[in-house]
């Protein structure tokens, strides 16, 4: 019987770096373990690797010394997407794939912060657990001053915690606004970086999560939210990121850092853990669940997910190529290599369930 192959798509950056046998952001090595498990075999290649016309690709495929070696193959049926297309040719050129039958799951993995408070604000369930948001304007920001204690005035689009900027109430007329590890205290007459963030289109602005805290510091919560081998959603992992020190992000590029939940919590020792734990299950659950009804091929994401002081968790972020990394930085190697191990175990499902043998 023939093993049939999975398609790895990535982007350049990563490309050559597992070419040059240096795995860069993706443990490659994962994805071939997770291959011989299911019954596969993995090909690696970038979006312009791959002719529409011929119905080929020059791919990156394992050789028998156990090098990847460029190799021209019939396009996978089916193709995991690990890459990041903001040019229209591109996009097109993946719907055009799709058009012959093959399956990218994954496809679209850029998702604006608005339209995605948008689609889970509809609901009802899922409303508790959503800070409250509005699109960036002069008028916006006044109204939301003074609903909420604490704001987050954030681009639309991914950032990696850039650009995103605090303002904290004093009293009943001074606010103070945080950014670029700066403060600046402001009263009816706007600071420059509020002119211009709240007149962005590109901005949002939202209720600011008093986010529970690990040894003073603001943590939340990275999600693994990832279709199975049985086609079913399931949170593969849930990793905790601290801010640094003063800091109101979490990210890692903002010198956050990884701990797992267990060691987070050790403080908040009238939580139920596992009460807690699955509370956050659920809302992953729930809210992706939501957001595969408008986008169909969704099957791994990762969100981020805020935990109020009482352990109640808010959702802050979808993202549609999350880094499976900060797994390994807590040292849940387990989780990490699971987060590679599932996609792969779900490819081996759609290719069992969905294509017709030839
Ligand atoms: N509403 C919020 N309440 C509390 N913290 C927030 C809120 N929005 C963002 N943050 C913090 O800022 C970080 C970055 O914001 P996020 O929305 O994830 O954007 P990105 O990661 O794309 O820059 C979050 O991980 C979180 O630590
Ligand atoms: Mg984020």
């Known amino acids: 019987m023939n093993t049939p192959t999975v398609g790895i798509l990535v982007s350049g950056l990563i490309y050559s770096g597992i070419k040059n046998n ?4 993706e443990e490659v090595g ?3 373990e997770a291959c011989r498990q299911y019954g596969l075999s993995p090909c690696i290649f970038r979006i312009k690797d791959i002719s529409l016309e011929t119905g080929q690709i020059n ?4 050789g028998v010394m156990g090098k990847y070696e460029l190799k021209v193959i019939t396009i996978p049926k089916v193709i995991h997407n690990r890459g990041l297309y903001f040019r229209k040719d591109l996009k097109i050129k993946l719907k055009n794939l799709q058009k012959l039958g093959v399956i990218i799951f994954n496809d679209r993995n850029r998702y604006g912060k608005w339209d995605v408070q948008e689609i889970l604000m509809k609901n009802e369930e899922l409303r508790p657990h959503l ?6 304007s002069s008028l916006n920001f006044t109204e939301m001053l003074k609903k909420h204690k604490q704001l987050m005035i954030k681009p639309n689009s991914g950032s990696l915690g850039s650009g995103v900027v605090m303002v904290e109430k004093r009293d009943s007329e001074l606010w103070e606004v945080y950014y670029n590890q700066r403060r600046e205290a402001f009263a009816n007459d706007w600071p420059e970086i509020i002119r211009k963030k709240v007149s962005n289109k590109n901005y949002i602005i939202q209720e600011r999560i008093q986010l529970a805290q ?3 510091n603001p943590f939340d919560l990275r999600v693994s939210v990832q279709k199975n081998g049985l086609g079913e959603w399931q949170v593969t992992g849930v990793v905790g990121k601290v801010a640094k020190k003063g800091n109101y992000v979490t990210n890692a590029a903002k010198g956050g850092t990884c701990k797992t939940l ?6 908040y020792s009238d939580w139920d853990f596992n009460a807690v734990y699955q509370s956050i299950e659920d809302l992953s659950i729930k809210a ?3 957001l595969n009804k408008y986008f169909p091929n969704l099957a791994d994401v990762g969100l981020d997910i805020g935990l109020t002081n009482e352990g109640f968790p808010m959702f802050i972020e979808c993202n549609g190529r999350a880094f499976r990394i900060l797994f390994e930085k ?3 190697y387990d989780v990490w290599k699971a987060t590679y191990t599932t996609p792969i175990s779900y490819a081996r499902y759609l290719i069992d369930s969905k294509i017709d043998e030839d």
Request: aromatic share 12%.
């Open 22 to 25: 240096r795995s860069y952001l």
């Open 30 to 32: 994962f994805y071939e």
């Open 59 to 62: 791919a990156l495929v394992k």
């Open 131 to 136: 800070p409250e948001t509005k699109r960036a």
């Open 214 to 216: 690990f040894q003073g």
């Open 262 to 267: 267990t060691e987070l919590l050790s403080n």
């Open 288 to 290: 992706v669940s939501e």
């Open 330 to 332: 807590a040292q849940m």
